[in-house]
C-alpha cells in the first residue's frame, strides 16, 4: 500500500510541476508582447503578467511542501 501513496505523491508533484511550467509560459508571452511589441494595454499589460507569477509562487510553495514529505517518507524506510 505505501508504494501506491508514493506514486500517488509523485503524480501529483508531477502535475504540479507540470502548472508550474504552463504559468511560467503564460508570463514568458506577456513579457515578450510588452517587449516585442510594445503592447502595454492589451496581451502585454504588466498587471496581467501578476496572475501568472502569483499562481508560479503558491504553485511552488506545494511542490516545497510535496518534497518536505516525501523527503519524511523516505527518511522512514530507512
Known sequence: MRSGNRI???VR???VAIEV???VGE???VVL???WDDDERDEGNPRTGWAPVLAI???AMILEALRDELHTLL???D
Open 8 to 10: 500517488y505523491d509523485q
Open 75 to 77: 527518511n522512514d524506510l
Open 57 to 59: 509562487h503558491d504553485l
Open 13 to 15: 508533484r508531477n502535475l
Open 21 to 23: 511550467l504552463r504559468n
Open 27 to 29: 508570463l514568458h508571452q
Open 33 to 35: 508582447h510588452r517587449h
